[in-house]
């Protein structure tokens, strides 16, 4: 009934805000700022529409609509040029406004730790670290490439989640989201959010946290790419672009359609699926 009830809120929410069309209005609250508390499934970076990129390397094979992606252009142009929402701050907090942002996009970063071979059909542990994210969550997930239109889930490789991932958040080790999952549906999937996740570029103070996802090796020999895919959103990361909702909390001053959420992606992993080196046989000597 609680899992209805969160649903139902945040459907309606979803609706009002698409029925709001691009009239975003400051203040107004929605699913995706404040992540995807109700979607516990593998997720696949396209989904993302909204949010910017940091590389252009993330949209390889786009050419300029890769640029267009790039924060400084999608988010930060608005910002510069005072639209919208942006308009409501004077033209020196818009310029400190991009800089703050900028630091929040430097100091969001996410790393995997991987073991570099691994035998057919075995369990190991791939170890996601993220820092940075605005919060009041970020979401964390792995996928196959490092490409906001073409990734797929890891799963779609062969690597097989075992178990629910663990996740540590800036206060210990933490199993709401998840759990929000029956576990009779199986809580074995790519992606989790991270919740709990205070960081302020005001006062240069960064989140960490990490997740650890037991995978196990796909059955056929070969080179696996495994790549971590990092969602987090800015604004929220300053006093500047936060704006307190009295029922959901601190929300994004470009709203729930602004350019503020980000995907950045790890750098590619490539993780050797082989037999193990057969044991040295010890000779005896005549
Ligand atoms: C309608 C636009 C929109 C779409 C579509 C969207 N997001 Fe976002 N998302 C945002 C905005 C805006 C923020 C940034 C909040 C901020 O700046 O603090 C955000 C932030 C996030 C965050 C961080 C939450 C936080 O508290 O800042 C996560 C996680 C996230 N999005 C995941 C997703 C996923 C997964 C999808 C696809 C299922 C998705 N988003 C699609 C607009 C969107």
């Given at each position: 009934m609680e899992m209805q009830g969160i649903w139902v809120r945040r459907l309606a929410i979803g609706i009002g805000v698409v029925a709001l069309g691009s009239a975003s209005i400051a203040g107004d609250a929605a699913a995706y700022p404040g992540g995807t508390p109700d979607f516990q499934t593998d997720v696949a970076p396209y989904c993302a529409a909204c949010h910017s990129s940091t590389s252009v390397e993330d949209l390889y094979g786009f050419g300029d609509r890769a640029t267009a992606e790039l924060a400084r252009n999608k988010h930060f142009g608005a910002i510069r040029a005072g639209t919208g929402p942006y308009a409501a701050l004077s033209e020196a907090n818009r310029v400190k406004l991009v800089e703050l942002l900028s630091a929040v996009d430097r100091n969001s970063t996410i790393t995997l730790e991987f073991p570099p071979s691994v035998v057919p059909g075995s369990t190991f542990q791939v170890t996601v670290k993220v820092t940075g994210g605005a919060g009041p969550s970020v979401g964390v997930g792995l996928v196959d490439r490092p490409h906001r239109f073409f990734a797929r889930p890891?799963?779609?490789?062969?690597w097989e989640v075992v178990g629910a991932p663990t996740v540590i958040g800036s206060t210990g080790p933490q199993s709401a989201w998840i759990e929000r999952l029956p576990e009779r549906e199986g809580r074995s999937i790519t992606f989790v959010n991270v919740e709990g996740v205070i960081s302020n570029a005001d006062i240069d103070k960064w989140s960490r946290a990490k997740i650890i996802f037991t995978l196990k090796a796909p059955r056929e020999v070969g080179d696996y790419p495994l790549v971590g895919a990092y969602f987090y959103g800015t604004?929220?990361?300053?006093?500047?672009s936060t704006q307190m909702h009295p029922e959901f909390g601190p929300q994004p001053l470009g709203g729930a359609l602004g350019k503020s959420g980000r995907v950045k992606f790890s750098k590619q992993a490539v993780i050797s699926v082989k037999e193990a080196d057969p044991q040295p046989v010890a000779e005896i000597q005549p």
């Open positions: 890891a799963s779609a490789l062969g604004e929220t990361g300053t006093a500047l």
